[in-house]
Structures are given as structure tokens and as C-alpha cells.
Nanobody, 130 residues
């Protein structure tokens, strides 16, 4: 089982920046996809971004394209989400997720559904004030 621990959330003003980190431990494999999801109060969990651990390919939700950047540090087994030009609508609990899949890795496929991911972190709160 892979354990995921997020950090880096907090309170920021509109237009500000934050960087989230997600450290993986336990049974980690190179054939995996790491992702970020978020859930605002009263709303369903939604996809934010994903990265293919082996190839580095990335995908983003339309709402964050051009503002958020996902990256990975293989040596630290950590994935990051750099968030810039934050808006009040970005306020949510952000969750790190992972799925181990040789298929996803070989075909460079990046899932966007939460049901495709098997490991989850505890979440970190991001609050953007207007």
C-alpha cells in the first residue's frame, strides 16, 4: 500500500501563490500516475491535475490551465502542485492521489476520474480570500 502525505496548504489572498507537496512512501512503483483533486464544501471532488511518473506527461483541468503546474521529484518521491494567480473559487481541500498501473504508464494515459485512483492522502486546506 502506498502512503501519501500532503503539505503546503494555507490561507492566501486573491492573486497569491502556494505550492503543495505530496510525499509518497511504502509500496511505491515507477509505473504510476499521481494526481491532485480538490473538494469544496457542498461540492463533489473534482480533478485538478495529473502526471505520469515515468514519462512526466501532464494534464490539467480547464479551470486551472495556465495557473497551476504539476511536477515530480523522483529522488524525493514527491509530487508538487505549484498554484499561481489563485482565485476564491480555488478554495477547497486538496487531495493527492496515486494509481499504480503498467497500462497507464506504457500508454502514457492520464486518468481524471477519482475512481481510477487507489491511494489517497488526508488532504490539505487551501483558502483564497477575496
Amino acid at each position: 500500500q502506498m502512503q501519501l502525505v500532503e503539505s503546503g496548504g494555507g490561507l492566501v489572498q486573491t492573486g497569491g501563490s502556494l505550492r503543495l507537496s505530496c510525499a509518497a512512501s511504502g509500496r511505491t512503483f515507477s509505473d504510476r500516475v499521481m494526481g491532485w483533486f480538490r473538494q469544496a464544501p457542498g461540492k463533489e471532488r473534482e480533478f485538478v491535475s495529473a502526471i505520469n511518473w515515468r514519462s512526466g506527461s501532464t494534464s490539467y483541468a480547464d479551470s486551472v490551465k495556465g495557473r497551476f503546474t504539476i511536477s515530480r521529484d523522483k529522488a524525493k518521491d514527491t509530487v508538487y502542485l505549484e498554484m499561481k494567480n489563485l482565485k476564491p473559487e480555488d478554495t477547497a481541500v486538496y487531495y493527492c492521489a496515486a494509481v499504480v498501473s503498467r497500462y497507464y504508464s506504457d500508454y502514457d494515459f492520464l486518468p481524471t476520474s477519482s475512481s481510477d485512483f487507489g491511494s489517497w492522502g488526508q488532504g490539505t486546506q487551501v483558502t483564497v480570500s477575496s
